[in-house]
Each structure stands twice: as structure tokens, then as C-alpha cells.
């Protein structure tokens, strides 16, 4: 099973920006994704991206963030930028088999699939 692991995560300003990466363990070319889980809330999907790049936002910020893939380093990336205070949460990076729209339930990553362990993303008002 891939392994996952998120950096980038931190404490910003509102209308700060920063970039979260995901390393996978394996070139296996799952489906990917950003999920993220604020305190006292659900994991809701962000993006989810096939292994042809084609991509999938859940909501609207798709305007503010935006996904990518480096096949060669086998690594996900998020850019997010003009960060809100409503942006904070714990930001988890997510492999599946399967269609990159699954990112629409963190539950369609299923037994198959694979998390990372998280990364913080505070944004201060």
C-alpha cells in the first residue's frame, strides 16, 4: 500500500499563501487529493487529481487553490493562496483506485486506499 507524507503545513497571516506537498512511496498512479478536517467539522475533499492531471474541485476554491502532480517525484501539490481564517484545518493528502471525482466523500478513499498522517494550516485573522 502507497505511503503518504504532507509538509508545508503552517501558520499564516489572512491573505497569506502557502504550498502543501504529498510524497507518495510509490509510483503507482493512483488518483490523489487534498482532503481537510477543521475542528468541530467533518473531513470534506478539496481537489482530486487523476494520473492524466485531469482535476476535480469539490467547491469554490478552486479559485484560491490549485492542485498538481509531479509524476517524477512522485509528489501532490496544493497552492493555496489569499488564505482565509475559515482555511484552517488539518490538511491530509489521500491515494485511491479509482475515478479522481471520489474525492467528493473522504469515505470513497476506502480500505484500498491511503492516507497521509496530516499537515496543520493555521491562518490568523
Known amino acids: 500500500q502507497v505511503k503518504l507524507v504532507e509538509s508545508g503545513g503552517g501558520s499564516v497571516p489572512s491573505g497569506g499563501s502557502l504550498k502543501l506537498s504529498c510524497e507518495a512511496s510509490t509510483p503507482r498512479y493512483y488518483s490523489m487529493g487534498w482532503f481537510r478536517e477543521a475542528p468541530g467539522k467533518g473531513r470534506e475533499g478539496i481537489v482530486g487529481?487523476?494520473?492524466?492531471?485531469?482535476?476535480h474541485y469539490t467547491r469554490s476554491q478552486k479559485g484560491r487553490f490549485s492542485v498538481s502532480r509531479d509524476k517524477a517525484k512522485n509528489t501532490l501539490y496544493l497552492q493555496m493562496n489569499s488564505l482565509l481564517p475559515e482555511d484552517t484545518a488539518m490538511y491530509y493528502c489521500?491515494?485511491?483506485?479509482?475515478?479522481?471525482?471520489?474525492?467528493?466523500?473522504?469515505?470513497?478513499?476506502?480500505?484500498?486506499?491511503?492516507w497521509g498522517q496530516g499537515t496543520q494550516v493555521t491562518v490568523s485573522s
Open positions: 487529481i487523476d494520473a492524466s492531471g485531469n482535476t
Open positions: 489521500a491515494a485511491w483506485p479509482g475515478s479522481h471525482l471520489l474525492v467528493s466523500s473522504p469515505s470513497n478513499v476506502g480500505e484500498f486506499g491511503a
